[in-house]
């Protein structure tokens, strides 16, 4: 039974589905656009979605606003400033808050960079994935090296300060020297944050219909130890599994999604977690994943694409399944805070990782090893319900 002294931190996640081409290894709901984008019958049905959700969010500060996809920033700044007005409008914000939006190379300019920047975007996540023009084309991007390149410079001469360069490695017949020469460069460019992770077949993609020519795995996990020791050595702290941060820049977004946090999800296929500290419960709910689907429904309560109550024993489980990811672990109060449980509900569990050396425990704090952490999979299964 749930018992909530406090409510989680709450974030507002929006997603954009389209895409100018899909990539083959995105299990994420995007979609090509084959024909003019529904620009201002997005925004008004986000404006419109977001107000139908209000409900269940009421008197609650959002701590940050994560806009991802597909695409953001194949909408104009003018259509985001009305957008982020309209949520200012409606929600409290815990300020300062983070205001993220994702961006393409190959899909953005100086010219909109600098706008969107003047309509309070104040952290940038680029899609590089890497600098190598032969691994941009076997993963299908729609930019090459020296467009990466131009739009990392744009965005600092935009006034950006904090921004996330996201990349990939273990590419379709990438080598150690081009997995190196990727995470260097990341470095040169002096981001404040770096999102490295291994290129995975997921089900439903081309990639996984076709799969291409991957390094063998013992190569993949050499290239990506020493990729963050080259991160660690730069001042990067490896605070995530894949992710890494100078000083006081972690994404505080993602980091709310790792510490079991609440958020709000609108857009096609957004999903969200709210806990009811009056009701003791938690809800997961989703909206519908076409695009022109959603667009049709959103005014009559039909973009819900389900809903579903999770149980104290799933929210155990998930909130290991976050917390894990982190390399500092999280406190037994956050737990408490987080799911409203005793940390009792897990001391079966615990006590097996502590006796296999997956974690450190002490009296206020839980932490993976590294030998956790590189068996993570192993040690959530401990958590299962």
């Given at each position: 039974?749930?018992?909530?002294?406090?409510?989680?931190?709450?974030?507002?996640?929006?997603?954009?589905?389209?895409?100018?081409?899909?990539?083959?290894?995105?299990?994420?709901?995007?979609?090509?656009?084959?024909?003019?984008?529904?620009?201002?019958?997005?925004?008004?049905?986000?404006?419109?979605?977001?107000?139908?959700?209000?409900?269940?969010?009421?008197?609650?500060?959002?701590?940050?606003?994560?806009?991802?996809?597909?695409?953001?920033?194949?909408?104009?700044?003018?259509?985001?400033?009305?957008?982020?007005?309209?949520?200012?409008?409606?929600?409290?914000?815990?300020?300062?808050?983070?205001?993220?939006?994702?961006?393409?190379?190959?899909?953005?300019?100086?010219?909109?960079?600098?706008?969107?920047?003047?309509?309070?975007?104040?952290?940038?996540?680029?899609?590089?994935?890497?600098?190598?023009?032969?691994?941009?084309?076997?993963?299908?991007?729609?930019?090459?090296?020296?467009?990466?390149?131009?739009?990392?410079?744009?965005?600092?001469?935009?006034?950006?300060?904090?921004?996330?360069?996201?990349?990939?490695?273990?590419?379709?017949?990438?080598?150690?020297?081009?997995?190196?020469?990727?995470?260097?460069?990341?470095?040169?460019?002096n981001p404040t944050h770096i999102s490295h992770y291994q290129?995975?077949?997921?089900?439903?993609?081309?990639?996984?219909?076709?799969?291409?020519?991957?390094?063998?795995?013992?190569?993949?996990?050499?290239?990506?130890?020493?990729?963050?020791?080259?991160?660690?050595?730069?001042?990067?702290?490896?605070?995530?599994?894949?992710?890494?941060?100078?000083?006081?820049?972690?994404?505080?977004?993602?980091?709310?999604?790792?510490?079991?946090?609440?958020?709000?999800?609108?857009?096609?296929?957004?999903?969200?977690?709210?806990?009811?500290?009056?009701?003791?419960?938690?809800?997961?709910?989703?909206?519908?994943?076409?695009?022109?689907?959603?667009?049709?429904?959103?005014?009559?309560?039909?973009?819900?694409?389900?809903?579903t109550t999770i149980s104290p024993q799933d929210a155990a489980?998930?909130?290991?399944?976050?917390?894990?990811?982190?390399?500092?672990?999280?406190?037994?109060?956050?737990?408490?805070?987080?799911?409203?449980?005793?940390?009792?509900?897990?001391?079966?569990?615990?006590?097996?990782?502590?006796?296999?050396?997956?974690?450190?425990?002490?009296?206020?704090?839980?932490?993976?090893?590294?030998?956790?952490?590189?068996?993570?999979?192993?040690?959530?299964?401990?958590?299962?319900?």
């Amino acid at each position: 039974m749930f018992q909530f002294q406090t409510l989680p931190p709450l974030s507002l996640y929006i997603h954009f589905p389209w895409c100018i081409r899909k990539c083959p290894y995105c299990d994420f709901n995007s979609h090509q656009l084959f024909q003019d984008l529904p620009e201002q019958a997005y925004i008004d049905a986000l404006i419109q979605d977001l107000e139908q959700d209000l409900p269940r969010i009421w008197g609650r500060k959002i701590i940050s606003i994560f806009m991802g996809g597909g695409t953001p920033s194949l909408f104009s700044p003018e259509s985001i400033d009305k957008l982020i007005s309209s949520i200012y409008s409606y929600l409290p914000w815990s300020l300062p808050i983070e205001i993220t939006l994702e961006a393409n190379p190959g899909a953005i300019d100086q010219k909109k960079l600098a706008e969107f920047r003047a309509a309070g975007i104040n952290r940038l996540s680029l899609g590089i994935q890497s600098f190598d023009d032969q691994s941009l084309k076997a993963l299908g991007r729609i930019h090459n090296a020296q467009q990466a390149c131009s739009t990392i410079e744009a965005a600092h001469r935009a006034g950006f300060n904090n921004i996330n360069l996201d990349l990939m490695f273990g590419l379709p017949d990438q080598s150690q020297d081009q997995a190196l020469y990727d995470i260097k460069t990341a470095i040169n460019f002096n981001p404040t944050h770096i999102s490295h992770y291994q290129l995975t077949i997921e089900p439903n993609t081309y990639f996984h219909r076709y799969p291409p020519p991957l390094p063998i795995d013992e190569s993949i996990y050499h290239w990506q130890e020493l990729c963050q020791s080259s991160l660690e050595n730069t001042d990067y702290e490896h605070y995530e599994i894949s992710a890494f941060a100078k000083k006081d820049h972690q994404c505080q977004h993602n980091l709310n999604y790792w510490q079991f946090g609440d958020y709000l999800g609108i857009g096609a296929g957004a999903h969200g977690k709210i806990t009811n500290g009056a009701e003791n419960n938690i809800t997961r709910l989703w909206k519908i994943k076409h695009p022109t689907a959603y667009l049709t429904q959103v005014g009559n309560q039909k973009h819900i694409g389900g809903q579903t109550t999770i149980s104290p024993q799933d929210a155990a489980f998930e909130f290991m399944l976050n917390t894990l990811r982190l390399t500092q672990g999280f406190s037994n109060t956050l737990f408490l805070k987080h799911t409203g449980l005793p940390l009792s509900i897990i001391e079966k569990p615990l006590q097996q990782a502590e006796e296999l050396e997956w974690i450190i425990r002490t009296p206020n704090y839980i932490q993976p090893t590294s030998k956790g952490s590189a068996l993570l999979n192993e040690l959530l299964q401990l958590f299962l319900p």
